[in-house]
Structures are given as C-alpha cells and as structure tokens.
C-alpha cells in the first residue's frame, strides 16, 4: 500500500512560525491553524510565539455534512463551470496524471462530490466507482456520466459515507483509492485510513491531494475564506 500526501503536521507548524513573525505587531494577537483533516489538533499561536494544542469541537464532522447538505447545489455549479481557478491551472491533471500513473485498473474516488474526478478516470479507460455522503452529489454525478453515453471504462456512484465504508459496506477492492481535497473531518477520516487494507488490493496505492492553505499561499498572508 503507497499512501501520498501533501501535508505533514511538522510542515505546518514551521510554516505557521514563519507567518506568526510576519504578522507580529499587526491587530490580532493569535494565528488559529485547523489540523482536523489529520490530526484532529488546532494550534493557537499566539504572537509572543507560545503555542497552544486544542481538541476540536467533537461534533465537527456532523457540522461539515450539514455544511455539504446546504452547499451541495452552489458547488456542483461551480466545478461545471470552472469557477475554482486553482483546480483549472493545476490540481485537476495532477490528482488525474497521479492516479493514471499507477497504472490501476479499478479506482475508488472518495467523497466524489459531482463526480468529475470519477468521470474523467472512467474517460481513460479505468473501472470507477465515486462515493459520496451527499444525495445530490450522487443524483448529479449519475446524471452527467449518462449524459456522456459510451465510454472507454465503466463508472459508477454509490451513496455511502465513510463511516460506511470503514465498517465493509462497499464489500469490494480496487487497485487505488483516491481522496481529492475530500478528508474533511477527523473520526470518521480516522476510522477510514484504519479500514485502507480491506479497500486495496495488493501493492494497491491510496493515493491523497490536499492543499494547507498555510502552505499553499507561498509569501502571501493567508486569508480565510
């Protein structure tokens, strides 16, 4: 099993010391960072350079599901029209361009969302299956990829959480599982990196695409939002 990731909880505190000198006599007094995606941590530093470790809110993954329940429709209008600039220049071919060099036949997309991920592998050849928590993101999903007709592999999406598929729901393997800016979260992401084994075939790859807003915005100052 290859797991790749992007970002490393050592990276991000060294990143956040870096910006809280940066930001040192300006009007806020402490830098918040969110770990939760993989850690479960926030870090508070304040600008004296102490930092401080907090569990998050325990109920922060059911905040994030009711939070894709009420924004489900804005955002599959903006991944059919592009609107999300970074995804256009580089972090689409490259999820895609990692996943098609492994050279896997059968892919599991994770929190597929509208499903373009799924759709695109599905174009070159590869047997798909998108799952995602959110019944518009399936309903929509399924609806463009019969839109598109014939295909050089074979796609599918499936309504399941990934509470759901830690605990065996999806009863299959597949040669990469791949999570595309979609481990939000912390319990039910942990159950989920636990159960990898009994989703990947062997010399399988989980293949991770994340972007630490920290880290992502070079020189500039972060801004939330």
Request: charged share 20%; glycine share 10%; proline share 3%.
């Amino acid at each position: 099993m290859c797991i790749i990731r992007s970002t490393i909880p050592e990276l991000k505190i060294r990143q956040l010391l870096v910006l809280n000198q940066k930001f040192a006599g300006g009007s806020n007094n402490t830098i918040h960072d969110d770990l939760s995606s993989s850690t479960g941590i926030e870090i508070k530093i304040s600008l004296d350079g102490n930092i401080t470790f907090m569990t998050i809110d325990p109920d922060n993954d059911r905040k994030i599901i009711e939070s894709w329940f009420k924004n489900a429709a804005p955002w599959i209008v903006a991944i059919k029209e592009k609107q999300i600039e970074s995804r256009n220049l580089i972090t689409d071919r490259s999820i895609v361009d990692a996943v098609v060099s492994r050279g896997g036949h059968t892919v599991l997309d994770l929190g597929c969302g509208e499903g373009w991920l799924t759709r695109a592998l599905v174009a070159r050849g590869m047997n798909a299956l998108g799952t995602d928590i959110i019944p518009a993101f399936i309903d929509s999903a399924s609806q463009r990829l019969r839109q598109r007709g014939k295909t050089i592999g074979s796609g599918q999406f499936e309504l399941a959480g990934y509470a759901e598929i830690a605990a065996g729901k999806l009863a299959k393997k597949f040669d990469i599982v791949v999570a595309n800016f979609s481990l939000i979260g912390k319990e039910s992401v942990e159950s989920l990196f636990r159960s990898m084994p009994s989703l990947l075939n062997d010399g399988g790859a989980f293949i991770v695409q994340t972007l630490h807003p920290m880290i992502a915005c070079g020189d500039l100052p972060y801004v939330d939002g």
